[in-house]
């Protein structure tokens, strides 16, 4: 009856059918396998590539801020000055050496110091130059506007004060440096950020402090990862 019926090749050809799909299921994971293991290797390969400029990164850093700091030590008390290390922005924070109240001429005492600071600042940073993004000349004031101002008129009423004020500033060292003109006009920026990032302590505004104008050192190291993920 089996063979009449042809149980017995029925049962075989079904062993054999369900071994090919049991064999093609093996290769097929194989096959994702060994896709899985390239894609992490190909991952790890970018994420050493990123870890290598963070590491540049961080140690370019530090050499930038030694070496502003080697410069201008015995500088900073004398012209009431700081240097950040986590945002290499070298700080003028005396506003009445500055600026006359409410005014964006430079005052005479900073056109002395800017003669003496602005030619070593551009100096010090040339080794870096290809591992910057821009200088940016930072202006920034206190929340305090005229009187009898809201709070938003002070504000964009600053934002004027601290642009104008980084404009003055960006004007007398582009001026200082007629060789080296192309160079600042590609490189250099003045931002103005008002009250912004006004100083903060305990929860209460340091209008002294948050007067003041930042010379910032802006690494590139974004837009190299940034290189690094789009090259994929």
Known sequence: MDKIFGTRNVNQDSGEHWLTVSDLMAGLMMVFLFIAIVFMMITQKENDKIKNVAVAYQENQVAIFEALETEFAKDLSKWGATIDKETLAFNFQ??????ANNETK????????LNDFFPRYIMVLTPYRDSLDEIRIEGH???VGLRGSTETQAYFYNMRLSQGRTRSVLEYGYALMPDEANWIKANIAAV?????????????????MSRRVSFRAITNADIQIKRILESN
């Not at 009250?195 to 340091?206: K, L, P």
């Open 94 to 99: 005396s506003p009445d050496v500055l600026f």
């Open 106 to 113: 430079l005052s005479e005492a900073y056109k002395a110091i």
């Open 192 to 208: 103005g950020f008002s009250s912004s990032r006004a100083i903060i302590h305990d929860g209460v505004e340091d209008a002294a």
């Open 141 to 143: 004031t206190s929340s």
